[in-house]
Each structure stands twice: as C-alpha cells, then as structure tokens.
C-alpha cells in the first residue's frame, strides 16, 4: 500500500496521455517557424496558461524549470544579484551584507542555497525557529527584519508535518513594511514560498499569499518531474535573474531548449488540479481522518501520538505524523517490518535512520521523533487500503513483542 504522496506521486492517466502524445506530435524546436514547432510552442503557451490559472497569476509570470529545486535557487541566489544592482543605485549609507530571513523547518533546496551562500560570506542569515506546533509565528519573522533584509522564504505547508504556514498573514505585513522601506530609501524585500506540498491539496492564490515568488513541482501533484517558478511580473515588477546562459528561452530567464512533452504534462496536471481540487481534499480529508481514528482504534490512543496535530494550527488534508511509542522500535524499523506499507519517516532525499529534524525542530522530544512515521493519501487512496495498512503495521509490532 503506497502512503507516500508527499515524496512523489504516479502520472495522472491524461498527463501520460499528454506526455506520449507531445512526444510523438510535438517534437519541433518551440523557437522554430513551421507547423511542427508552432504545434509545441502552442502547446508550451497551454500549459502555461493552465499553470497560471491555478494559482491566479499572469501568463508571463510563470518561468519554466527543471524542477523545485532549480526554482528555488532562481529566487534565493537571484536575491544577490537583486541587492548588488539594489546596492550601486541606492543614495543611502547603510552597508553591509545582505540579509535573508527563513525558517528552521524549509526543505533542503531552500536551507542548503542559503547556507552556501552564508558559508562564503556573501549574505546574513536569519533561520527562524517554529513553535510547538510546528507553525512560524509571523511576529517572529517580522522580528528579523533589518535595513538590508533582502528576501524572505517560508514554505507553505511543510512536508513532514503537514502544517500550513501563514504565508498570506506575512506576505500583507512585508507589503506594508516595503510602502515604508521604498520612502526610507531601503531596499523592498522580496518574498519567496515553497509551495511544493501545497499545490494539488489546497487551492493556492499568488494574490492572495502577496508573494513575489511561488516554487511549483510536477510531481507532488501527479505531474512530471519538472517544475516552475511563479514570478510576480517577471522582470518588470519582480527581478529574475537567470541562473544558466544561452538561448533567449523564457524569455531569457531560463536559456536551454524547452522541454515540451514535460512542459505538456505539467500543463495538464495544472488543469487537473483547477476542475478538481475540491474533490482532491475532500477526498484526500476523508481518507487521513479515517487513517488516523484506526491508528488510535487498532494500536490503542496510549501507543500514538499524532505530531504537530494541535487545534492551533491547519494541516494539509493528506498527511498524518505518527509517533508509535512504546514498542521500542524506531519508525524505520517498524517500517521494515510492514509487509506491504510503502511509507517514510521523513523528507524522502533525508537520511532514514536518525529523527526527522523537522520534528526536532518543532520541539518534539527525540525518543518520540525516533519512533514517527509519515503517511501522505493521495487521490485514490481507500478505506480497504487504509484497513490493511494498519493491520500491517500491527503485525510489524506484534512481531517485535513476540521476539522480546
């Protein structure tokens, strides 16, 4: 039984029918001029249209990438090169390194770019800590913020915990402080969300969230493994600086020949996600609730404990943070004892054999992060599966008491 939607997710039927179908009739070079390249250049300009309606951007807003990833080292290197053009038209005398805030909680594709670049002296950094629940506090953020603040990155719902970050709460506060800054003088901040977990499980509005940058991966919401980054008025409102050299591609914001059949399925699962999503959570909602009163049902409540589960917080409607306590097992052990659970204990790209430090981070004491274990429902998970996911986890534990 596969519940590990939050490290991938299988291609949607019609996205492999897009796919297949791009790879076969829509193999022209899209900068080309005949009817073969026209076709994949309009089918380029589709998925781009269909990405943007997901989540209430403009059609030049959305650059696309090779993955997360990449996206997110396009905004978070791309905040250097914004301070340095900042730095040599600015008539004010505060100097120093620029500044980037974010939390103690970010993927590595976020934290790594940013402690690379720390690491070398190029920046300061401010890595914000989450509360119990695993949620950021917006005042903390704000707290950070100093004359040569540059960016700003918070994800928006965390992969491990589920937890969703108020990222539009920030976002209206770093409008406001910018009308001041501008006046000041100081340089705008510009503000980044990873919104990797969220797309395809909770409806996502760029207007809304007030971000300058919105990180979009095709496989955690049944698309190819390629991505976009979401640009508030690419290069006119918002800088973009590319991160590769070459062609005039994206507009030049992201050289190499597209890579359509790709681009085309994402544009398809985008399309997914805007005539569905109310089905997806609800879906997804039933089957996580069900997931968890048969955990507490079958292992007994004094064996689990659901992490980052508190009323203070809103969670992503798929994902359930499980410690099962008082079997002296870790959660990789007990998962290599499931016959059949296909599941983790953390980020999948984390080592497996040591607690998740996100929920170290959160403030959950070691011996029960030691023990957690993440599920993640998808779109067609069932109730039978659910069944004989817990029966299977059962016997993993009963297997280890009858050994002891």
Not at 89 to 95: E, R, S
Not at 337 to 352: D, L
Not at 365 to 379: E, K, W
Request: proline residues 4%; aromatic residues 6%; contains cysteine.
């Amino acid at each position: 039984m596969y519940l590990d939607y939050n490290a991938t997710t299988p291609i949607a039927s019609s996205v492999a029918l897009k796919i297949i179908s791009s790879l076969k009739n829509e193999w022209g070079n899209p900068s080309s001029k005949y009817p073969v390249a026209e076709m994949a250049l309009k089918s380029i300009t589709y998925s781009r249209m269909h990405l943007s309606k997901m989540i209430g951007a403009d059609l030049d807003d959305i650059i696309f990438t090779s993955g997360g990833t990449e996206a997110n080292n396009m905004a978070i290197l791309g905040a250097l090169d914004y301070f340095k053009d900042w730095e040599q038209n600015c008539n004010t005398f505060v100097k120093g390194k620029p500044h980037i805030i974010t939390t103690n909680v970010e993927h590595d594709a976020t934290i790594l770019p940013i402690k690379h670049l720390e690491k070398k002296g190029l920046i300061e950094c401010s890595v914000v800590a989450v509360s119990s629940d695993g949620c950021i506090c917006p005042e903390e953020i704000l707290a950070q913020i100093r004359p040569l603040t540059c960016l700003v990155t918070v994800m928006m719902a965390n992969n491990e915990t589920g937890v969703i970050m108020p990222v539009a709460i920030i976002g209206r506060h770093i409008k406001d402080i910018n009308r001041r800054r501008k006046l000041e003088g100081l340089i705008e901040i510009l503000y980044h969300s990873d919104a990797a977990q969220a797309i395809g499980k909770i409806a996502v509005d760029v207007l809304d969230l007030q971000v300058d940058y919105l990180t979009i991966v095709g496989h955690k919401f049944y698309g190819p493994r390629v991505g976009c980054l979401y640009a508030r008025g690419a290069g006119k409102v918002t800088p973009v600086y590319p991160l590769l050299f070459g062609g005039a591609q994206e507009r030049g914001f992201r050289p190499g020949t597209e890579n359509t059949p790709m681009i085309a399925g994402l544009g398809e699962a985008a399309r997914l996600v805007c005539e569905n999503l109310g089905s997806y959570y609800s879906h997804m909602l039933q089957m996580r609730d069900y997931l968890e009163e048969q955990l507490k049902h079958e292992l007994g409540e004094s064996h689990v404990i659901f992490n980052c589960h508190n009323k203070t917080v809103t969670r992503l409607p798929n994902t359930c943070n499980v410690s099962v306590v008082g079997v002296g097992l870790t959660g990789q052990e007990i998962l290599s004892r499931c016959k059949h659970i296909m599941a983790s204990t953390g980020a999948a790209c984390h080592a497996q054999d040591k607690p998740s430090g996100v929920l170290i981070a959160s403030q959950i004491p070691p011996h029960i992060a030691a023990s957690a274990i993440r599920f993640s429902v998808g779109r067609e998970t069932t109730k039978t599966e659910i069944d004989e996911a817990v029966q299977d986890l059962k016997q993993a534990i009963g297997i280890h008491f009858e050994h002891k």
